[in-house]
């Protein structure tokens, strides 16, 4: 499970720099709730967050290649839908599984890709709401979901919505 092993790796890079979570917001000048949503270990942040986290926490900018590569291997991580579906119990592990899904395509690259507006992806990659199971589909399958993953999302929104 890479996603988690690289957040945990994020994780310790801040208690080995000392700082809390409100110090490394000021550092990083990201919010304390957004770096701590960071490490969590649901879903994994976007690189620019990472490295501001990373910066925040004074790691040389030489070892940030390293790191990138690191972020990249848990963003293809193909085991992580399967498992945040299986766990999921809410509208955001339904989110934090299509944004694995998703990675590392930006909302734009999606929009052009699925056809389906910017607002409308960011509520469902946030989990602010719950996509219908016909929009679901034309989603997935654009993004090149497998039958197997089609039919895990479709049991999570049928399991979300029951």
Known sequence: MQLEAFTGAL???????????RELADQAHYSHAHLVRATSGKQL?????TVA???GCDVPAELLPIWRRHWEAAARDPQD?????????????????????TRPRSLRSLERLTGIPRATLQSWLRGGRVPRPDRLDQFILALGASRTERLAFSDCVDRLAG
Do not use: I, K, M, N
């Open 53 to 55: 986290f990373l910066t």
């Open 81 to 101: 839908v399967s498992e945040l579906l299986r766990a999921a119990a809410t509208p955001e592990d339904l989110g934090a599984a299509l944004t694995a899904l």
């Open 11 to 21: 994780q310790r890079v801040r208690q080995d720099a000392g700082l809390s979570y």
């Open 45 to 49: 942040p976007s690189w620019p967050v």
